[in-house]
């Protein structure tokens, strides 16, 4: 059985016992979190579409660490007036153990 949640206005395709990376939740370490915006939920023999969701599905998950990704760096630069300027960025992320997908 998996489903499809939205969570920081992104989707994510999700089994029991995967680990996923998503936006910052700003949840303690080892709390449990509920995912109500269930877009899709398949098991082996049916599916489930929602519009837009799905009533009464539910996807749990359980905080494992915040973190930050990688650093992304942009650069800008014009030639011949010396110009350029260099930035960089670090997304803050929450890492979530789903525990159980439920309809």
């Known amino acids: 059985m998996y489903a499809v949640i ?4 992104k989707q994510y395709k999700v089994n029991q ?6 936006e910052l939740l700003g949840e303690a370490p ?5 995912f109500d915006k269930v877009l899709l939920v398949a098991s082996d023999d049916k599916i489930e579409v929602g ?9 749990s998950g359980k905080v494992l660490k915040d973190f930050q990704s990688d ?9 011949k007036i010396n110009y ?17 997908v439920s309809f």
């Open 84 to 100: 350029h300027r260099t930035k960089g960025h670090r997304q803050p992320l929450t890492q979530v153990e789903i525990q159980e």
């Open 6 to 9: 939205e969570t920081g206005s």
């Open 71 to 79: 650093k992304v760096t942009t650069f800008k630069y014009k030639n």
């Open 30 to 34: 080892e709390a449990t979190v509920k």
């Open 17 to 22: 016992g995967d680990i996923i990376e998503v």
């Open 51 to 59: 519009t837009p969701y799905v009533a009464g599905a539910k996807v």
